[in-house]
């Protein structure tokens, strides 16, 4: 799994790992969001391409992102395809929170935003999708608050 940093290129977990920790000692006192979002966009050619990125937030003083692409068969479904995209987070997220309790950093919590929200067709799986992350140890925003997914990893679907 190689994530692209817009400013480094291509990374292993490890190194984006590293380059989080990095970012952070920069300035060990100030606030930060660690986030992890997905995101999905069905093409023509029967292909969905995921996103998932990771973004190291300081808050009030910008940040880092980076992401992992994959194409994968059409999943027509779109109940599907946000479970897929839920579980893809959750994957990333439950590797980067055992690297960063391995390395004195258990204390940057993980955020998940999922694409889901009220004012759309995917209300209707707002619980189950928050329950699957909240019942994994990890917090959980919807749109308007889930920019990781819906602005972040979006940009890099199409």
Do not use: C, W
């Amino acid at each position: 799994m190689l994530f692209t940093s817009p400013t480094s290129g291509k990374m292993t977990l490890q190194e984006t790992f590293n380059e989080i920790v990095d970012f952070v000692r920069e300035k060990p006192k100030a606030e930060y969001k660690l986030i992890i979002g997905s995101d999905s966009q069905t093409h023509q050619d029967k292909e969905t391409t995921f996103v998932t990125a990771i973004i190291i937030h300081r808050v009030g003083k910008g940040g880092r992102y980076f992401f992992y692409r994959e194409k994968r068969r059409f999943l027509e479904s779109l109940r599907q395809r946000i479970f897929f995209e839920a579980s893809l987070s959750l994957d990333v997220a439950g590797r980067f929170s055992e690297l960063l309790s391995e390395n004195g950093h258990a204390h940057l919590n993980v955020e998940i935003h999922l694409d889901v929200g009220e004012a759309g067709d995917t209300k209707e799986l707002i619980r189950e999708v928050v329950g699957m992350v909240i019942g994994s140890g990890f917090d959980a925003r919807i749109k308007p608050d889930s920019y990781g997914a819906s602005t972040v990893a979006d940009k890099y679907t199409k």
